[in-house]
Every structure is written in structure tokens, then in C-alpha cells.
């Protein structure tokens, strides 16, 4: 298999199915618009699955990390 380098300046990743907004910025459609969307999916579709793992450590579900996400951004919006 031969490998050509791209031309100088090319994008060196894969933008298939890639498009502009009405903006000009380029976006995969039908992504989440957020992590924070993506993750609240993930725990109404299923709380219970693993969603961190440590290695030789913890394990947290996506309920688990939900709730604790929830606990350290209340913590950040109160006033110090």
C-alpha cells in the first residue's frame, strides 16, 4: 500500500457527510448538539450502564455520573 501525504493545507481528517450551516461552520448533521444532551440520553436510554471505567478503580453508571456531574455544577454556581 502506498501512503501519499495530503497536499499542504488539507483538512487531515475525515469530513464525509460534513456541511455548512447557515453560519459557514461545518457540522455533522444529526449529532447532539451537546455533551451535556448526549449524556442526558444516554441516562434516560440507560442509567444503569457503565459509563466510567478506571482501570484497577471505579466504575460509574450514567446515573452515577449524571448525578455527580449535577452535584459539581452546583457547587460552581454558588457564590464563593
Known sequence: MV???APRG???FDDTGVQPDSNGVRRYPGLHQ???EMLSE??????DAEALVEVGGARL????LWDRAAQWAAACA???
Open 34 to 36: 451537546s455533551l451535556v
Open 42 to 47: 444516554s441516562v434516560r436510554a440507560d442509567p
Open 3 to 5: 501512503i501519499t501525504p
Open 78 to 80: 454558588r457564590p464563593a
Open 61 to 64: 453508571s450514567y446515573a452515577e
Open 10 to 12: 488539507a483538512n487531515p
